[in-house]
C-alpha cells in the first residue's frame, strides 16, 4: 500500500507507527526488492548519501570490543560493505572470522565478489540469514552488527531478541540506522529530501522507483529512538545507549550482553 501524504502535514509530527502495519515486509517480498537493486546498490548508497554512510560505518567499527580476534555477525550485510570495512580499518588479524548474513541471495553474489577481490574469502563468509530466525548456535559471536537493514525487518524485536541469544557473554551488538532528527528546520530539508528527490534519483539510477518510495516511508513510520533503546533493554541487553550523527539524520544505538 502506497501511503497518501500531504505537504503539508509531513514536516509537523511524525508518522504514526501503525502505518508501517500497511507496508508489505515479508521475507519474500524484501529479498526480492533487493535482489532487483542489487548490481546499483553500492553507488546508489554512494550518491543518495553523498558519501558518508561510509562515515558512520567506520564509526560503528572504531567502537568495537578491544578483545582480540574477535568472532562478528553482520546482519542484513547486503553486498558486505560492513565486514569488508571491518578487515580493512581493525585490520584482518583482529578477527577469527566474520560471517555476513542476508535474505537476498543476489545482494550477497555482489558482495562474494567484493571479497574475492579484496582477498579476504578466508575470513568472510556471506551467507543467507534471517534476522529474526538466525540459524547460529547460543553465544557464537562477540559482535553483532546490523547497518541500516533493522527497519526492513518485520519483526524487530524478536530480531534483537535473536542478536542478544547468538551474543557471548559481554558481547556487544550495534544496530545503525535512519532516525527522525528534532530539529524542526533540519527536520524540513530531511523529509523534502527523502520523501522527493531520493525516490527520484534513486527511481533513475536503478530502474525501480518502488524501492526507493517504499525507503522513505520505511524511515519515518519507524520506532523513535526512546522506543528503540526501550525495545533493546528488554531484549535482554544493558548499558545501551545512542550516539547521533548529522543531527540526529542517523542513530547508532549500542548495547551489552553482560555475562
Given at each position: 500500500m ?7 502535514n ?40 553523498f558519501?558518508?554512510d561510509r ?25 558486505a560493505?560492513v565486514?569488508?570495512?571491518m ?8 578477527f ?9 541471495e ?5 558482495g ?12 568472510i563468509?556471506?551467507e ?9 548456535q547460543d553465544?557464537?559471536f562477540d559482535?553483532?552488527?546490523?547497518a ?7 519483526q ?8 542478544f ?9 550495534f ?5 527522525m ?15 522527493y ?9 536503478s530502474?525501480?522507483f ?8 520505511s524511515?519515518e ?9 526501550e ?12 550516539r ?6 542517523a ?9
Amino acid at each position: 500500500m502506497i501511503l497518501d501524504y500531504t505537504f503539508h502535514n509531513s514536516f509537523s509530527t511524525p508518522l504514526p507507527f501503525d502505518t508501517l502495519r500497511d507496508m508489505d515486509k515479508s521475507r519474500s517480498t524484501i529479498s526480492t526488492m533487493f535482489d532487483r537493486i542489487a548490481s546499483r546498490y553500492d553507488l546508489l548508497n554512494r550518491v543518495l548519501s553523498f558519501g558518508i554512510d561510509r562515515s558512520w560505518r567506520k564509526q560503528m567499527i572504531r567502537l568495537f570490543p578491544s578483545k582480540r580476534p574477535l568472532t562478528v555477525l553482520d546482519i542484513a550485510t547486503g553486498t558486505a560493505d560492513v565486514p569488508v570495512m571491518m578487515a580493512d580499518i581493525l585490520g584482518p588479524t583482529s578477527f577469527s572470522h566474520i560471517v555476513g548474513g542476508d535474505i537476498s541471495e543476489h545482494m550477497l553474489d555482489v558482495g562474494r565478489g567484493k571479497v574475492r577481490s579484496k582477498g579476504l574469502s578466508h575470513l568472510i563468509r556471506l551467507e543467507i540469514a534471517d534476522a529474526t530466525q538466525l540459524h547460529f548456535q547460543d553465544a557464537s559471536f562477540d559482535v553483532v552488527t546490523i547497518a541500516f537493514g533493522i527497519r526492513n525487518v518485520s519483526q524487530t524485536e524478536k530480531a534483537l531478541q535473536e542478536f542478544f541469544r547468538v551474543l557471548t557473554p559481554g558481547g556487544k551488538a550495534f544496530v545503525l540506522e535512519f532516525s527522525m532528527p528534532k530539529n524542526g528546520f533540519i527536520r524540513m530539508g530531511y523529509l523534502a529530501y527523502f520523501r522527493y528527490i531520493l525516490p527520484f534519483i534513486g527511481g533513475i539510477i536503478s530502474q525501480d522507483f518502488g524501492a526507493y518510495r517504499y525507503l522513505n516511508k520505511s524511515v519515518e513510520d519507524y520506532y523513535s529512538p526512546d522506543a528503540f533503546i526501550e525495545m533493546m533493554t528488554r531484549s535482554g541487553f544493558q548499558n545501551v545507549s545512542r550516539r547521533m550523527f548529522c543531527f540526529g539524520v542517523a542513530s547508532l544505538y549500542s548495547g551489552d550482553k553482560v555475562s
